[in-house]
């Protein structure tokens, strides 16, 4: 049961327009979710986070939009840059009912063209 | 570099055998976690400890353990090791236990032959 859903396995977008990265969850439990990026061969890298009590975050060219009636969450890069290519992963997590541990989508491998 | 630390990077053994992956986490941070990637299954969360208290499991086999110690590093301990058990596995570790974000490390590669 696959309850983080990356539906896109890539995106491909030029230099300096805006990619647009999305994920689906089906848990009504989850309350705080988490944008991570990946390159090959490292670990990944938390990009930004957002608590359910709210419907967007921004943090510089990255911005997390929340709808929690349709269980959906997007991350917005503007613009995008070419050091932007990687894997980007979304994750969930329920909080007090978990232990917080995260609930991993499938990733969406993300190309940015000069 | 996120802080968190993990040896070794990579691991090569034999079906049957048992291995010990070692964590360390950002200093400050109590919780850890450990995650397997796998080509077909994804990240998926294994094991959390809390300031050496487990707190939280996932789909971890019985065959795999972990042990976090009094200085907060984690070990995660893998035996009678199969061919599917070859993996990524990453560590993260966190402030706290709940709505913080998590740190990964760079992983080991653990590939059974």
């Known amino acids: 049961d696959q309850q983080v859903k990356q539906n896109s396995p890539s995106l491909s977008v030029q230099e300096g327009r805006i990619s647009i990265l999305n994920c689906d969850y089906t848990n009504s439990m989850f309350d705080y979710f988490l944008w991570y990026k990946k390159y090959p061969a490292e670990g990944p890298t938390f990009l930004i986070s957002?608590?359910?009590?709210?419907d967007k975050n921004e943090d510089g060219r990255f911005t997390v939009f929340l709808n929690k009636s349709a269980k959906h969450l997007s991350l917005h890069i503007v613009p995008s840059q070419p050091g932007d290519s990687a894997v980007y992963f979304c994750?969930?997590?329920?909080?007090?009912?978990?232990?917080?541990?995260?609930?991993f989508g499938e990733g969406t491998q993300l190309t940015v063209n000069p | 570099d996120s802080g968190v630390t993990q040896t070794p990077k990579h691991l090569i053994t034999a079906t049957g055998q048992r291995v010990t992956l070692r964590c360390s986490p950002r200093s400050g941070d109590l919780s850890v976690y450990w995650y397997q990637q796998s080509l077909d299954q994804g990240l998926q969360f294994l094991i959390q400890?809390?300031?050496?208290?487990?707190?939280a499991k996932g789909n971890i086999l019985e065959r795999f353990s972990a042990q976090q110690f009094p200085d907060l590093h984690s070990e995660l301990n893998l035996s009678s090791l199969e061919l599917g058990d070859s993996a990524l596995y990453f560590c993260?570790?966190?402030?706290?236990?709940?709505?913080?974000?998590?740190?990964f490390g760079p992983g080991t590669r653990l590939t059974v032959l």
């Open positions: 400890y809390y300031n050496g208290e487990e707190r």
């Open positions: 993260a570790s966190s402030a706290g236990t709940v709505y913080n974000e998590q740190f």
């Open positions: 957002i608590s359910s009590i709210k």
């Open positions: 994750a969930a997590s329920a909080g007090e009912t978990s232990g917080s541990r995260l609930t």
